[in-house]
């Protein structure tokens, strides 16, 4: 087991940023700032207090870990461009499998913080859950390590689960996000404030987590109300696309009753 | 002005049940219960140490205000059998209007409690908003402070805002806990707790309530991700309607993002 003090992190966006800062924070040396754009690189190599390059055939030798944070449609393109095959590196994706970087690096692993990131809004990264796979088990306690040198939520999760967790965070966090602007932007038309919906959404949450979620399910779906849903969509009509979004989430919930009893 | 102090429930579901015991808890005396069933009725009649009856012809004369807390549907069956037409009557509906009501009665409001309550769960009242509407001025007053005392998040709604109010919590509310629901389902399958999402769950509705929800949408669909969009649209190719709910707010996520730039 090694223990990886000297990073380079290759990207510069939202996860790279809190991951890099969450890093420096815990002692270790971030050694190089990687972004293909020199204005983003050389802004999060100010903050990280390092140097930074916008080649990926110039990025340093020498490190004891190189954290990929990159969309992933770049992350094969550096990987084939990445000039240190021997090292050990991670990729943070939540789509990509292991065995993907697999062909291209001997020593590889997946560093997967399960959290949403916008570069402006600070967070805590204490209790953000870091889901961790490597190519054997060395690798593995290395980044355990790591990992719980910047927070106490560490687990092991698999390629397959690591999909699977991705799409429930889109489902869970980015669309509900999405529902959220959609009540912002219907009450904002009538002149009410969003503020007013907090309460509920709190209350949602709280019964989300010490319930099972489908067990705590209200609502006019949930009740089969047929004349609230009609009115409702008829309310919508001139707003084509969230009347769908009402239409189809309705009739899931229904489905999903039904199942049930 | 009057202050309301003797109090009929009529209804004794989840609302009417939470509503009961708060206003009980803030000194006013429930007279009685009506539901239509014997035990349903008895249950709540009981909580609130009153007597009960299943028949609208029966519902007490004398108290300073009858709460009408009943599906929509029976809502309008009530006020015709109501045998007290001069009597004080709240509804607590999100979506009949007051115009409803005051073709039976001439003196009558809306209490509408914008909240998701399970009969099961307890929860603080002191915060729940309270949406309130009336016939004249007098009776809202008297709402107003009857409202006051059981909650600090007291608001004067028109029933145009209320039905709006009503269609924003059914997407901020019950769509977002079916999307909870619908992530809990497929990380079950593959052996994954849901409690690994709490951070990102909790951290979803903290940015949103101190942000613009639209201003802070992250996820493949904002940045408009196609590959992975694609990816995850397969892998839920055996569950239909969720594919087809990722599809629709993904689609929508697009839209959105398109019209902001």
Known sequence: MQDLKKIV?????????????????AGCEILQVYSRTQESASLLANKLNCTFTTRAEDLSKGADLYIFSLADHALEEIMQAFPHKDAFV??????????????HLKNCGVFYPLQTFSRDVSLDFGSVPLCLEASDTLHLESLKNLALSISNNVHFINSQQRETLHIAAVFACNFTN??????????????????ILHPLLEETLRKAKQNKPADVQTGPAARNDLPVIQKHLQRLSSLPAYQKIYNFISQSITESKKKKS
Request: zero cysteines; charged letters at 20%; glycine letters at 14%.
């Open 178 to 195: 999405h529902l959220y602007a959609i009540a912002d932007e219907i009450l904002e038309k009538e002149g009410v404030d969003f503020d």
């Open 90 to 103: 991670v990729h943070t994706s939540g789509s990509i499998g292991l065995d993907v970087m697999g062909r």
């Open 9 to 25: 992190m290759a990207g510069a966006g939202n996860v790279a940023t809190h991951l890099g800062l969450a890093l420096k924070d």
